[in-house]
């Protein structure tokens, strides 16, 4: 089998090229070295450098979520979502947020969707029993766990008796003495 052994001025232009190329890696590279610093650095230019990538915004609300910029996340998981909205891990973390700001009425929906899209997020589930119970639906809290354990998730066992020690503790709550 012959090889192609540049001679002369191919071997010149050959060197040339390879040297040009690997020059323009090396600039790239110390270009973008800086990007790599910190994961807002990071998310943050990922977003500019793949704007249509739903997993770099999702990346980047996460982040949002953890400088305590909760209405700047959701607005970046809003993006996520509307560029794929096929993912449950999106649903799941934008609910997470909700959850996290007392919102469980807004988090049930996502917590919903997610488990449409991957029945068997079985942290998801534990999820919605945990909003369910909060917004005081302990019967359909008891219905998600029971439908957990009848697919043989034996762990769901235990929510159902958090389930109606939770129950059983809000009927003993006292309401607050009323002021004169």
């Given at each position: 089998?012959?090889?192609?052994?540049?001679?002369?001025?191919?071997?010149?232009?050959?060197?040339?090229?390879?040297?040009?190329?690997?020059?323009?890696?090396?600039?790239?590279?110390?270009?973008?070295?800086?990007?790599?610093?910190?994961?807002?650095?990071?998310?943050?230019?990922?977003?500019?450098?793949?704007?249509?990538?739903?997993?770099?915004?999702?990346?980047?609300?996460?982040?949002?979520?953890?400088?305590?910029?909760?209405?700047?996340?959701?607005?970046?998981?809003?993006?996520?979502?509307?560029?794929?909205?096929?993912?449950?891990?999106?649903?799941?973390?934008?609910?997470?947020?909700?959850?996290?700001?007392?919102?469980?009425?807004?988090?049930?929906?996502?917590?919903?969707?997610?488990?449409?899209?991957?029945?068997?997020?079985h942290q998801t589930a534990?999820?919605?029993?945990?909003?369910?119970?909060?917004?005081g639906r302990f019967d359909?809290?008891?219905?998600?766990?029971?439908?957990?354990?009848?697919?043989?998730?034996?762990?769901?066992?235990?929510?159902?008796?958090?389930?109606?020690?939770?129950?059983?503790?809000?009927?003993?709550?006292?309401?607050?003495?009323?002021?004169?």
């Amino acid at each position: 089998m012959a090889r192609w052994r540049p001679t002369g001025a191919g071997a010149l232009l050959f060197g040339a090229v390879t040297w040009a190329l690997l020059l323009a890696g090396i600039g790239r590279s110390r270009a973008r070295l800086p990007v790599w610093r910190d994961n807002q650095v990071l998310y943050a230019a990922t977003i500019r450098d793949a704007p249509q990538s739903y997993w770099a915004w999702r990346n980047y609300a996460g982040d949002l979520v953890l400088q305590d910029r909760p209405d700047d996340a959701r607005a970046a998981y809003a993006r996520s979502l509307a560029l794929f909205d096929r993912d449950p891990t999106v649903y799941d973390d934008l609910a997470g947020l909700e959850r996290r700001e007392g919102r469980c009425d807004r988090s049930l929906p996502l917590l919903d969707q997610a488990l449409r899209l991957d029945p068997e997020r079985h942290q998801t589930a534990a999820r919605q029993i945990g909003c369910l119970v909060t917004l005081g639906r302990f019967d359909s809290a008891r219905a998600v766990a029971r439908a957990r354990v009848a697919r043989g998730h034996e762990e769901f066992r235990s929510l159902l008796g958090l389930v109606d020690s939770a129950e059983r503790a809000r009927h003993l709550e006292v309401p607050p003495a009323s002021q004169p």
